[in-house]
Nanobody, 122 residues
């Protein structure tokens, strides 16, 4: 059974930090491409970061230098450390998995999605 369960969202002030987690089942984070996406109110879902089976990380320009994607193979969990948060980072954040170890940037290349966790920056 495929399941991606996000946690760690919340409300923070600008400049603060949050760490999102995504517990995966039905996918192995060590061998699949995993990604984080976000969707702000009234906007399309956009990619934030991805990590492939070799551990190569890719970031959206808006995330570079502030966000770090990582994975714990033993716990089969994906993480997104977010620092220096800005009000424009406010969105529902989704974990996604692709049935390939290679990442391709774009939401249509991912096969499974979590339910999302809300991040609000004021």
């Amino acid at each position: 059974q495929v399941q991606l369960v996000e946690s760690g969202g919340g409300s923070v002030q600008a400049g603060g930090s949050l760490r999102l987690s995504c517990a995966a089942s039905g996918y192995t984070v060590s061998s699949n491409c995993m990604g984080w996406f976000r969707q702000a109110a009234g906007k399309e879902r956009e990619g934030v970061a991805s990590i492939d089976s070799d551990g190569i990380m890719t970031y959206a320009d808006s995330a570079k230098g502030r966000f770090t994607i990582s994975k714990d193979n033993a716990d089969n969990t994906l993480y997104l450390q977010m620092n220096s948060l800005k009000p424009e980072d406010t969105a529902l954040y989704y974990c996604a998995a692709r049935r390939s170890g290679v990442c391709i940037w774009g939401r249509r290349y991912y096969n499974s999605w979590g339910q999302g966790t809300q991040v609000t920056v004021s």
